[in-house]
């Protein structure tokens, strides 16, 4: 990865990218600018990877990519799941580190324990209507040719069956499914939602495969109902979930959600 925090120098850019460098970061949850993009790491295919944000007094901390969303016609970032007094709790960033597969995994630690802090704070805005069930969106369809899950088992560590698919949220900018709702068998029908890039679909057995969810752990993950808790719901599933992937792969870091027309 290579480090931008300042200049005209983009090249290192994927197509789609933008350079985000001066943007404020507004916080979803109580909808407060608390930080400035200063810089951001780049992954060898041209995405951020990492946003190094100014916290104030000189202080700079990272965010995960994939954790933020671009706002272009604002020329800001948006950040949903944390408020604005969580920011500059995130992991410092130490220009002289190297940022290697353990770097990225304690890094992504320490931003999974800012964002259990869970202080008492009013319910994030409404997404604005970019994310929504695709049973409420008559005029989109699954792709010909692409599976739709919705009535597939979701299966766990050791291929137990541990409850189903019960609807789709889809990203109507990008046309594209962010999340899956998943639906537990018994305990009144709850509910949770789940990162689509944590899944595996499973064509053959019609089921979403989730090797990390253990029976137990759901005991632990945040109960979804609330429409206008979609962001906050999701990310802190994939933070009790922790990375689902190899480091490298973690959705968490993942900058099509920043950036989804860069894909």
């Keep these: 990865m290579t480090l931008a925090t300042g200049g005209p120098d983009t090249g290192a850019l994927a197509g789609g990218v933008h350079d985000i460098r001066g943007w404020p970061v507004r916080t979803l949850v109580d909808d407060r600018v608390a930080a400035t993009v200063e810089g951001f790491l780049v992954s060898e295919a041209g995405l951020l990877r990492w946003l190094v944000l100014g916290v104030g007094d000189g202080r700079r901390v990272l965010l995960p990519g994939g954790q933020a969303r671009a706002d272009r016609e604002g020329a800001q970032i948006r950040l949903p799941g944390l408020a604005a007094d969580q920011i500059p709790l995130l992991p410092a960033y130490d220009p002289a580190a190297v940022l290697d597969d353990d770097a990225e995994e304690a890094l992504l630690a320490a931003y999974t324990a800012v964002l259990l802090r869970e202080p008492a704070l009013p319910p994030p805005p409404e997404p604005e209507g970019d994310v929504a069930p695709l049973e409420l969106l008559p005029e989109l369809k699954v792709a010909s040719g ?36 998943c639906r537990l068998p018994g305990d009144a029908g709850r509910s949770f939602l789940l990162p689509i890039g944590y899944a595996r679909l499973d064509t053959r057995a019609r089921a979403v495969r989730v090797p990390r969810l253990t029976a137990e752990a759901l005991q632990d993950l945040h109960p979804w ?39």
Excluded: N
């Design 146 to 181: 692409e599976p739709d899950p919705r009535g597939w088992d979701l299966v766990g560590a050791a291929d137990i069956p541990l409850g189903r698919i019960s609807e789709l949220l889809v990203d109507t900018r990008a046309m594209k499914v962010r999340y899956l709702v």
């Design 225 to 263: 109902s609330d429409p206008t808790e979609v962001h906050r719901a999701a990310a802190a599933t994939a933070a009790r979930l922790g990375a689902a992937r190899a480091v490298g792969e973690d959705p968490r870091l993942d900058a099509s959600l920043l950036f989804p027309e860069a894909q």
